[in-house]
């Protein structure tokens, strides 16, 4: 029995010697898998830190400092998108010059292969022993890893590591959690461009609708009052500030002027030219009873401010209201004619008397135009916004058929007018390819010839 059991565990002893290697080797394993998952872990978690940044020089600074760390590497850069190209923004003890050294493939380095491919690079061929020679020294370049960061729409940069801190190469799994943690920076720049994008929108929607409210005192009243007339006015910029613009200016107790210009174009850049145009015109507006001098003038200093801007100018209504004469003296600069329908006469005129359009021709002369005025006459003027409204086939309203709407309509009080006017704009010209800044004055004769 002794020699028996003495064969046994001799016997035994080879494969107690397996398993126990065996069971070294799965623990080596199981302490290597909770190493990577720790690891991951990690990454994860830089990863989180780097979304929540709003900023895009702390974002690359963050990234830079977790990449060296989470890859032990000894030095780095990261380069980022320029007119130019890739330029340096974020050194970590690595000369930016000595980049060309790094060559790679096809006669490209590191830099250039991640920039023109989007493929990243994981190489050690080159002799870290040896060195590179580089401005009358040698530097000792062992492993290389270098990775695009990406945006949803465009490379934005790359980050390079270079040499691993313990001598070694660098490795896959280097390579995957440097990768992990460059999708982070790449989400965080991406979020950060839309929020700076979304905060710079927000800003400028306040600042639109300071300049819509600003706008909105410089407009006169609807309900401007004059005695012996009836006044009323229709105001709708295509966008919060526009290039419309109508005043009206008291002369005395039975005179009146009304005017009315339009900016080319629409937006800012038009409404900042309504604001130059309407300090002008209050400045001059007053200066001569002759609606042809005041045009003439006005025209001079616009086109003083407008020299150089050949696509912009402004056309221009100017009407002289004398009441105790009963009588209407005007001078149209390139503006589309007002409509003036007398009910006694059964009989629409346009009033195109005048001249070119402002801003662009300074010397040019203005004409005036007369009309005699009677009870119950309606003198519309408008700009280009009502008869360019647009249906959704892109069949503009018209002229013509804005001179039978006014014809049509005289049993309408000016309020109902226009009322009537702009609902059917909106309702079956409101296309917004062709929406455009629009406005127009009513003004109703009630009593010429005298106050009441």
Not at 73 to 100: C, H, N, Q, S, Y
Not at 102 to 114: I, P
Not at 125 to 149: C, Y
Not at 315 to 320: D, N
């Amino acid at each position: 029995m002794l020699n028996q059991n003495t064969m046994n565990i001799t016997e035994a002893a080879p494969g107690a010697g397996v398993a126990a290697r065996a069971a070294e080797r799965i623990a080596e394993l199981e302490l290597q898998l909770e190493q990577l998952k720790q690891d991951r872990d990690d990454v994860a978690r830089m990863g989180a830190v780097l979304a929540a940044i709003t900023d895009l020089e702390e974002i690359l600074s963050v990234l830079m400092q977790m990449a060296m760390r989470i890859i032990s590497a000894e030095v780095g850069l990261i380069m980022t998108t320029g007119p130019d190209g890739l330029v340096p923004k974020i050194v970590w003890g690595f000369e930016p010059r000595a980049l060309p050294l790094l060559q790679f493939k096809d006669g490209l380095n590191v830099v250039e292969w991640v920039q023109q491919t989007g493929e990243g690079v994981l190489t050690d061929f080159f002799d870290r022993e040896a060195g590179l020679e580089f401005e009358g020294r040698r530097l000792m370049v062992g492993g290389v890893i270098a990775l695009p960061i990406r945006t949803q729409t465009e490379i934005v940069g790359c980050v390079v590591a270079v040499n691993k801190s313990d001598g070694g190469p660098f490795t896959e799994d280097d390579r995957n959690n440097l990768q992990i943690l460059v999708d982070f920076a790449g989400v965080a720049i991406e979020h950060t461009r839309l929020l700076a994008l979304s905060l710079e929108k927000q800003r400028m929607e306040q600042e639109l609708s300071l300049a819509e409210e600003v706008q909105k005192t410089l407009v006169p009243s609807v309900d401007f009052k004059f005695p012996g007339v009836t006044l009323k006015s229709m105001y709708r910029p295509a966008r919060k500030v526009g290039g419309d613009y109508f005043d009206i200016f008291p002369r005395g107790a039975d005179q009146f002027i009304m005017v009315v210009g339009d900016v080319s174009n629409k937006g800012v850049p038009a409404a900042l030219v309504m604001t130059a145009v309407r300090s002008i015109v209050r400045a001059e507006i007053l200066r001569s009873s002759s609606t042809a001098e005041i045009v003439g003038r006005i025209n001079e200093l616009i086109s003083a401010d407008l020299t150089g801007q050949k696509d912009m100018f402004v056309t221009f209504f100017c009407g002289l209201f004398d009441l105790r004469h009963g009588q209407l003296t005007y001078t149209n600069a390139g503006h589309p004619p007002s409509l003036l329908f007398s009910p006694s006469e059964g009989k629409l005129t346009e009033l195109g008397e005048g001249g070119v359009f402002l801003g662009q021709f300074p010397g040019v002369c203005f004409t005036e135009g007369c009309r005699k005025l009677a009870a119950g006459d309606r003198l519309m003027t408008f700009t280009d916004g009502i008869i360019e409204a647009a249906d959704d086939q892109g069949r503009l309203y018209g002229r013509e058929r804005l001179k039978q709407f006014m014809i049509d309509n005289v049993a309408l009080t000016p309020a109902e007018f226009l009322e009537k006017l702009r609902l059917n704009l909106e309702r079956n010209f409101n296309n917004a390819d062709y929406l455009d800044d629009t406005t127009a004055v009513f003004v109703q004769v009630d009593c010429p010839g005298g106050r009441t």
